[in-house]
T-cell receptor, first 111, second 115 residues
Framework: DQQVKQNSPSLSVQEGRISILNCDYT??????FLWYKKYPAEGPTFLIS?????DKNEDGRFTVFLNKSAKHLSLHIVPSQPGDSAVYFC??????????FGAGTRLFVKA | DAGVIQSPRHEVTEMGQEVTLRCKPI?????LFWYRQTMMRGLELLIY????????DSGMPEDRFSAKMPNASFSTLKIQPSEPRDSAVYFC?????????????FGPGTRLTVL
């Protein structure tokens, strides 16, 4: 039972263009959402988050959008850079400290 | 701070052997998590501790898996006996209950290969 789904295993984008990574969830009790970034041979690192009471959060080139009615969130990276090439994990919390992760989307940014 | 420390970084063992993975969380963090990453299932939460007490072990796949946290600075994940399907990258993460963004801090992982 995957409560957090990232249906695109990979995404390829040209440098300078926008990258859009998508995530769907099934549990309406999730109240906090996070994106993590992972480089090879390293652990995931926190990137950006959003509370369920908001619909947008922006941090530099990274913006997360939340659509609660659709149970969907997305991460926008503008402009994309080659150093953004990594695996991106969507994650969700239910008010406690248990975090459910998606399977990840591998982003390739071509120079 | 050195961050979350995991050892070993790589482990190759034969089926049936006991495997012990180790983790040192960030000092002052009161939550510790063990995850397993596979291609098929992504990052799965196995178990997490609060103040050294196991809170939720519903993700532990079988009785072959066990985890302990004898003190605030050390945790182990043990697999006995190991099987080839246990091959994966195992991550340890920690966080503070007072963290502002709810984020966890991950170690570099242990890549386990069971032959």
């Amino acid at each position: 039972d995957q409560q957090v789904k990232q249906n695109s295993p990979s995404l390829s984008v040209q440098e300078g263009r926008i990258s859009i990574l998508n995530c769907d969830y099934t549990n309406s009790m999730f109240d906090y959402f996070l994106w993590y970034k992972k480089y090879p041979a390293e652990g995931p690192t926190f990137l950006i988050s959003i509370s369920s009471i908001k619909d947008k959060n922006e941090d530099g080139r990274f913006t997360v959008f939340l659509n609660k009615s659709a149970k969907h969130l997305s991460l926008h990276i503008v402009p994309s850079q080659p150093g953004d090439s990594a695996v991106y994990f969507c994650a969700a919390n239910t008010g406690g400290f248990k975090t459910i992760f998606g399977a990840g989307t591998r982003l390739f940014v071509k120079a | 701070d050195a961050g979350v420390i995991q050892s070993p970084r790589h482990e190759v063992t034969e089926m049936g052997q006991e495997v012990t993975l180790r983790c040192k969380p960030i000092s002052g963090h009161d939550y510790l998590f063990w995850y397993r990453q596979t291609m098929m299932r992504g990052l799965e939460l196995l178990i997490y501790f609060n103040n050294n007490v196991p809170i939720d072990d519903s993700g532990m796949p079988e009785d072959r898996f066990s985890a302990k946290m004898p003190n605030a600075s050390f945790s182990t994940l043990k697999i006995q006996p190991s099987e080839p399907r246990d091959s994966a990258v195992y991550f340890c993460a920690s966080r503070s209950s007072g963290g502002s963004y709810n984020e966890q801090f991950f170690g570099p992982g242990t890549r386990l290969t069971v032959l």
